[in-house]
């Protein structure tokens, strides 16, 4: 049972232009939530897709943008990248109904660089 | 989402147990103590989570005070491997809805041969 994966591993991208990173959620799982993480910071939470909408928000600008696929697999799209977007991008999926608890299981992250 | 303060850093040795502290005094009555660990150049790990009522499992065990302002993860004999950074989370009741995970900067347990 392959857990939640994440394309690319790694990503250098130079300021101004835009990124797509991908995430398959964990087998069985209906909802994908997106994370920043900074160097030596926890993740902070951008967003969470439900049935291809998303659901809830984190204090991200518009730049960060989502999509979630029919088959659960979500995108998260940063445009005009700024040094500042330069991360680990962690993708974490759930199910949202059926199951006791909210576990959400994490993938290994996009390390992404913006020169 | 209630806030939570935890030690920047941890050390242990190996075989011995660690106890890790979190304070959430601001807690309300229907949010969960949630925990979660992050290996180096990993996506976190859930280990555990409790409401009022201390619980163990396979990795850990997990003590919540009676006025539930503060809570200690056990590891019971902790391992090399056990080298990670250790997120407290408080949150509302999973089973009502959407949620969202808020982290901290959590506390670095580094453990020693």
């Known amino acids: 049972d392959a857990g939640v994966t994440q394309s690319p591993t790694h990503l250098i991208k130079t300021r101004g232009q835009q990124v797509t990173l991908r995430c398959s959620p964990k087998s069985g799982h209906d909802t994908v939530s997106w994370y920043q993480q900074a160097l030596g910071q926890g993740p902070q939470f951008i967003f969470q897709y439900y049935e291809e909408e998303e659901r809830q928000r984190g204090n991200f600008p518009d730049r960060f943008s989502g999509h979630q696929f029919p088959n659960y697999s979500s995108e998260l799209n940063v445009n005009a990248l700024l040094l500042g977007d330069s991360a680990l991008y962690l993708c974490?999926?759930?199910?949202?109904?059926?199951?006791?608890?909210?576990?959400?299981?994490f993938g290994p992250g996009t390390r992404l660089t913006v020169l | 989402d209630a806030k939570t303060t935890q030690p920047t850093s941890m050390d242990c040795a190996e075989g011995r147990a660690a106890n890790l502290p979190c304070n959430h005094s601001?807690?309300?009555?229907?949010?969960?103590v949630y925990w979660y660990r992050q290996i180096h150049s990993q996506g976190p790990q859930y280990i555990i989570h409790g409401l009022k009522n201390n619980e163990t499992n396979e990795m850990a065990s997990l003590i919540i005070t009676e006025d539930r302002k503060s809570s200690t993860l056990i590891l019971p004999h902790a391992t090399l491997r056990d080298t990670a950074v250790y997120y407290c989370i408080v949150r509302v009741d999973p089973n009502t809805g959407f949620q969202k995970l808020v982290f901290g900067t959590g506390t670095r347990l580094l453990v020693s041969p």
């Open positions: 601001t807690i309300s009555g229907n949010e969960y």
């Open positions: 974490a999926s759930s199910l949202v109904v059926g199951t006791r608890f909210d576990e959400q299981f």
